[in-house]
């Protein structure tokens, strides 16, 4: 069945470590995004990629990095720079990035502090 | 500066009390709104996309409409199953040419027996 993978589903990370969140799709989409979801608050965009080797900033990509090296895969690392980073993390993919196409989430990532 | 706000935060139903979720919405120009079921611990999963005002679609027990302002969702004589949080998000025709979101906070329903 086609969809995206999101490992692990927990993740805990300690004071000055850098962890790394994996996405992988088989859906054959162009675009993928990563997402931060905090309680109470809407998702937020942190990176997006619209083609293989290429990426941007969102909203809140302050402490963050990925890279987009397969067309399958969209890892994010989560630096030591990122103060806060205890979160619900969802990636995302879609077919299209110039129009309204609907996105596919993956079932996201619980990263906690020690 | 675009916005989306969603009431009430929570909803607690009885099985089969009929109610409707809110998705107010403020944009330069609206190029979708899109509604996702999130159950717990788990991503969203899409359930309509709605692109012009007087739009409207249905699945079983959910109807969402739009209007230029806010959309609803309808949910007529709801089931235990329906218990989740449902995601409104709009996207604004000049988001810069990328397929940029933006979420409301989200309404948590629970429907009880």
């Known amino acids: 069945d086609g969809g995206i993978t999101q490992s692990p589903k927990y993740l805990f990370r300690k004071e000055g470590q850098n962890v790394t969140l994996s996405c992988e799709q088989n859906?054959?989409?162009?675009?993928m995004y990563w997402y931060r979801q905090d309680p109470g608050q809407g998702l937020r965009l942190i990176y997006y990629?619209?083609?293989?080797?290429?990426?941007q900033k969102g909203d809140i990509a302050e402490g963050y990095s990925v890279s987009r090296e397969k067309k399958e895969s969209f890892p994010l690392t989560v630096t030591s720079a990122q103060k806060n980073p205890t979160a619900f993390y969802l990636c995302?993919?879609?077919?299209?990035?110039?129009?309204?196409?609907?996105?596919?989430f993956g079932s996201g990532t619980q990263l906690s502090v020690l | 500066e675009d916005q989306v706000t969603q009431s009430p935060e929570a909803l607690r139903l009885q099985e089969g009390e009929s109610s409707s979720l809110n998705c107010s919405y403020t944009v330069s120009g609206l190029r979708g709104l899109f509604w996702y079921r999130q159950d717990p611990g788990k991503g969203p999963e899409f359930l309509f996309t709605?692109?012009?005002a007087g739009e409207e679609k249905e699945k079983e027990r959910l109807k969402a409409t739009l209007t230029k302002k806010e959309s609803f969702l309808h949910i007529t004589a709801p089931k235990p199953e329906d218990s989740a949080t449902y995601l409104c998000a709009v996207q604004d025709e000049f988001s810069g040419g990328y397929n940029k979101l933006i979420f409301g906070a989200g309404t948590r329903l629970a429907v009880h027996p």
């Open positions: 859906l054959n989409h162009d675009a």
């Open positions: 995302a993919s879609s077919t299209r990035t110039d129009f309204g196409e609907k996105l596919f």
């Open positions: 990629s619209q083609i293989v080797n290429d990426f």
């Open positions: 709605l692109y012009s």
